[in-house]
């Protein structure tokens, strides 16, 4: 079976050398950096084409040989490349994050007959999936909550936090309304709003805030009241509040000494470099999904928690880990056809597929990525 992955780079490559692991797969990565695909090549047995992704229609054209799809394509190439795999007639697990709803292409994939399993990462990706699986174990779900975070394992002043997926994704985080829902309905506040230190076991204190990470929980689930939170150290938000407000992360141009620029180009040139995670660095990944109802009659609270780190052997980052594990395997499962759901397909969708569930994190485990279970509160009766 023939799988192309569109997109080399820090999760793609993860995701490309993992699928690569299986014989009955050939693998092929497309991407526009050559040494990229070099790189890759010295690592797994996978197949290089090199392409600039962003050529209107060439997606589709590079596609038409292969059995299956993976993106792994910055965000705002990713509805693009979407709508392409799907004109192709090709199956899709995707992590690119697009800031556009997937769902307008429900009616193509579904005439197509293409499963595109959209926004299968960490979170929105597992975070979806658990939310959706333990609101199933309850008989009413009432709650529930997301806190997720990728962090470097050293911490340095002033802003101690290192970048682990999109620059760019970061700031919107920072900036981006966010989509919360409170009893019923779908509300908006600032992003970095209701801040709240929490503790974590064997990891000590970080801050919580407001993010737009929701996304399709919004409208696929029944639960009156749903919130992502974004975990930092504590002291972060408050800096990147000053940024924002200050206006270091705006769009619109402005004049000094007779040259347009846009504050936030200024920003990113400054930040990025001092939040690039440097060789030798190593970061980790921290999650709890919490889910709370009613089981038999009784108040219940089920949970997942995640502390995942980097990898020593094989110089991977956590966030790469957590990300393009759970892509891969269930790209397995979607090239297999042990996972379909012809149209746009959310990825909570997998966490009522409970057979499936089940095996994505059995497979997530033997790779090192462990969600391990709370145990349920004494009257629950919960199957978790």
Wanted: hydrophobic content about 40%.
């Amino acid at each position: 079976m023939k799988i192309i992955v569109l997109g080399g780079g820090l999760v793609g490559g993860v995701i490309a050398k993992d699928l690569a692991k299986d014989g009955d797969l050939e693998v092929t990565v497309a991407d526009i950096n050559g040494e990229t695909l070099q790189n890759l090549q010295k690592q797994a047995p996978v197949k290089a084409r090199q392409a600039d992704l962003s050529k209107p229609g060439l997606i589709k054209e590079l596609v038409s040989d292969y059995d299956m799809v993976v993106g792994a394509v910055p965000g705002f190439l990713g509805l693009s490349m979407a709508r392409q795999v799907i004109e192709a007639g090709k199956n899709l697990v995707d992590i690119s994050f697009a800031p556009e709803d997937y769902t307008v292409l429900d009616g193509l994939a579904r005439e197509k007959g293409v499963t595109a399993l959209v926004d299968c990462g960490v979170a929105p990706g597992m975070s979806n999936i658990l939310v959706s699986y333990l609101a199933g174990c309850l008989d009413e779900a009432q709650s529930a909550e997301i806190l997720v975070g990728g962090l470097p394992q050293v911490r340095y002043w002033p802003y101690e936090y290192k970048i682990v997926f999109s620059a760019i994704d970061v700031i919107e985080e920072y900036t981006r309304p966010v989509r919360l829902v409170e009893n019923g309905r779908v509300v908006e506040k600032p992003a970095l709003s209701d801040l709240e230190l929490i503790d974590f076991p064997g990891i000590g204190t970080l801050e919580a805030f407001n993010t737009d990470g929701l996304r399709s929980l919004i409208h696929t689930m029944n639960i009156p009241n749903m919130k992502e939170r974004t975990l930092r150290f504590p002291g972060h938000a408050e800096k990147m509040r000053m940024l924002r407000e200050t206006g270091f992360f705006s769009q619109e141009p402005m004049e000094i000494n007779g040259a347009a620029i846009r504050p936030i180009d200024f920003t990113a040139k400054l930040l990025f470099p001092l939040w690039k995670l440097k060789e030798g660095e190593k970061d980790f990944t921290v999650m709890r999904v919490e889910v709370k109802g009613k089981k038999d009659g009784k108040e219940a609270s089920l949970s997942y928690n995640l502390v995942d780190y980097f990898d020593e052997n094989t110089g991977t980052t956590s966030m790469a880990r957590c990300t393009g594990f759970t892509c891969a395997i269930m790209a397995r499962m979607v090239a297999r056809g042990e996972f379909r759901h012809p149209g746009i397909c959310p990825p909570e969708y997998v966490g009522q597929a409970h057979g499936v569930f089940r095996r994505l994190l059995e497979e997530l485990e033997k790779r090192g990525v462990k969600y391990v279970p709370d145990k349920p509160q004494k009257n629950s009766n919960s199957a978790v």
